[in-house]
């Protein structure tokens, strides 16, 4: 049995726990915008809520990122580099997350409690999740056998296990799939919806298409596993739900640009930075989820060719 499939595999669950808290938040961002109350918001609650955003975002293409980053660099083996990405990416997102929640919790006590008081209580979360999340682990770190995997190129992982992580991979990218989908179609039943642009609603339904699509793409691996292996490992399952994977990540990437343009347009009422919002989102995950990846690919095939050289 490989030595670091299942620390791989507690990695890719770790993962899933922080998408799974995200994923609430963005959709309470994207939603925002469009509810009653948004507009008896202050100024800065405003900027808050939209930083907050782009910081979740953020936050959901790096804990998605090892997911894509396991299928195109290593072919679902395990490897200490996916192993030190996973690490990584996760330690990285910890970051806005925090700064997003202390936001959040700015916004909601502003109204009742003052703009002071509100910011003292929010930099007291933000405190107290960076104690807990670096501080407190930090104290705890120490030399020992935590570090083996570290160093170790791929290993030859087990069909059984290598079937086991592409199937939680893809239950790391759902969660937020799920979010988007869920707040596209509550968003065409809210009041604020038909006062939007023509161009935002159809924007908003293009984006509402390639998320449903992303989500067809993700079930379809269960579908198949039951239906024809049977529920039984094979390489030809784990091919095609590794490819079904990273299919479903490109037109979820797509219908997140559109839906983040939709809200920037909302809220700053310009077609110029909905527009540039897009863009940068979308070089954001696509970025993070198949750039990343297929650099490190090719730096991994330059540095075996070298090997087999000397």
Same mark, same amino acid.
């Given at each position: 049995?490989?030595?670091?499939?299942?620390?791989?595999?507690?990695?890719?669950?770790?993962?899933?726990?922080?998408?799974?808290?995200?994923?609430?938040?963005?959709?309470?961002?994207?939603?925002?915008?469009?509810?009653?109350?948004?507009?008896?918001?202050?100024?800065?609650?405003?900027?808050?809520?939209?930083?907050?955003?782009?910081?979740?975002?953020?936050?959901?293409?790096?804990?998605?990122?090892?997911?894509?980053?396991?299928?195109?660099?290593?072919?679902?083996?395990?490897?200490?580099?996916?192993?030190?990405?996973?690490?990584?990416?996760?330690?990285?997102?910890?970051?806005?997350?925090?700064?997003?929640?202390?936001?959040?919790?700015?916004?909601?006590?502003?109204?009742?409690?003052?703009?002071?008081?509100?910011?003292?209580?929010?930099?007291?979360?933000?405190?107290?999740?960076?104690?807990?999340?670096? !501080?407190?682990?930090?104290?705890?770190?120490?030399?020992?056998?935590?570090?083996?995997?570290?160093?170790?190129?791929?290993?030859?992982?087990?069909?059984?296990?290598?079937?086991?992580?592409?199937?939680?991979?893809?239950?790391?990218?759902?969660?937020?799939?799920?979010?988007?989908?869920?707040?596209?179609?509550?968003?065409?039943?809210?009041?604020?919806?038909?006062?939007?642009?023509?161009?935002?609603?159809?924007?908003?339904?293009?984006?509402? !298409?390639?998320?449903?699509?992303?989500?067809?793409?993700?079930?379809?691996?269960?579908?198949?596993?039951?239906?024809?292996?049977?529920?039984?490992?094979?390489?030809?399952?784990?091919?095609?739900?590794?490819?079904?994977?990273?299919?479903?990540?490109?037109?979820?990437?797509?219908?997140?640009?559109?839906?983040?343009?939709?809200?920037?347009?909302?809220?700053?009422?310009?077609?110029?930075?909905?527009?540039?919002? !897009?863009?940068?989102?979308?070089?954001?995950?696509?970025?993070?989820?198949?750039?990343?990846?297929?650099?490190?690919?090719?730096?991994?095939?330059?540095?075996?060719?070298?090997?087999?050289?000397?």
């Amino acid at each position: 049995m490989s030595a670091l499939a299942p620390r791989l595999e507690h990695g890719l669950n770790e993962v899933r726990i922080l998408i799974l808290g995200v994923q609430v938040l963005l959709g309470f961002h994207l939603r925002a915008p469009l509810e009653p109350g948004y507009e008896r918001l202050s100024p800065a609650a405003h900027g808050l809520k939209l930083g907050g955003l782009v910081l979740l975002l953020v936050a959901t293409a790096l804990l998605m990122a090892p997911a894509a980053y396991h299928r195109i660099v290593d072919a679902g083996h395990a490897s200490g580099r996916v192993h030190r990405f996973a690490t990584w990416t996760m330690a990285v997102a910890l970051v806005p997350i925090g700064l997003a929640l202390a936001g959040d919790f700015y916004v909601a006590l502003e109204g009742a409690a003052g703009a002071a008081t509100s910011a003292l209580a929010a930099g007291g979360l933000a405190a107290t999740a960076a104690g807990l999340w670096y !501080a407190l682990p930090l104290s705890l770190r120490g030399p020992g056998p935590r570090r083996a995997a570290e160093g170790q190129e791929r290993e030859v992982t087990p069909l059984e296990q290598r079937v086991e992580q592409v199937l939680t991979e893809i239950r790391m990218v759902l969660p937020g799939v799920q979010a988007l989908l869920g707040f596209g179609f509550a968003a065409t039943l809210m009041d604020a919806f038909p006062r939007l642009p023509g161009a935002s609603q159809a924007l908003h339904l293009a984006g509402v !298409a390639c998320v449903a699509l992303a989500t067809i793409l993700l079930m379809t691996p269960a579908a198949r596993h039951r239906l024809v292996e049977g529920g039984e490992d094979t390489e030809a399952f784990h091919r095609f739900a590794s490819r079904l994977l990273l299919a479903a990540m490109v037109p979820f990437a797509l219908g997140v640009a559109a839906e983040f343009a939709v809200v920037v347009r909302r809220i700053t009422d310009s077609v110029a930075p909905a527009a540039a919002g !897009a863009v940068l989102a979308g070089l954001l995950f696509f970025g993070c989820w198949f750039g990343i990846g297929a650099w490190a690919r090719v730096r991994a095939a330059a540095g075996r060719d070298r090997r087999r050289a000397a």
